[in-house]
């Protein structure tokens, strides 16, 4: 299993980017999966999660309105797009994959239990 994230970069504030994590060895559609964050001196934050058997969706109140989270099945790719972004978005981003059936919600997993975790991509948010 792996998962490799990619799109991060610096943006000017007000900007978007739109991170993409490719995944080998899981079926999309069969697991939940999550983008985290972490900046430094921080703790982990969970930033979004998707149900990818049917879509339903989960964003931390930070980033509701600004951020969508969507799964390509076909490209067996999570993405983040990322719009309004703000310096406190400046994090390196993570994305994350976990066995669903413990909660019917997607948020309701903490990220220690994730299963599988790629190595991270950094966003930075100039002001």
């Known amino acids: 299993v792996q998962l490799v994230e990619s799109g991060g970069n610096v943006v000017q504030a007000g900007g978007s980017l739109r991170l993409s994590c490719s995944v080998s060895?899981?079926?999309?559609?069969?697991?939940?999966l999550g983008w985290f964050r972490q900046a430094p001196g921080k703790l982990r934050e969970r930033v979004s999660c998707i149900v990818g058997s049917d879509g339903r969706t989960g964003y931390a109140d930070s980033v509701k309105g600004r951020f969508t989270i969507s799964v390509s099945n076909t490209e067996n790719t999570v993405y983040l797009q990322m719009r309004s972004l703000k310096p406190e978005d400046t994090a390196d981003y993570y994305c994350?994959?976990?066995?669903?059936?413990?909660?019917?919600?997607?948020?309701?997993?903490?990220?220690?239990?994730?299963?599988?975790w790629g190595l991270g991509t950094q966003v930075v948010v100039s002001s």
């Open positions: 994350a994959a976990v066995r669903p059936g413990q909660y019917y919600d997607c948020s309701g997993y903490g990220w220690f239990q994730y299963d599988w």
């Open positions: 060895g899981l079926p999309l559609d069969s697991y939940v």
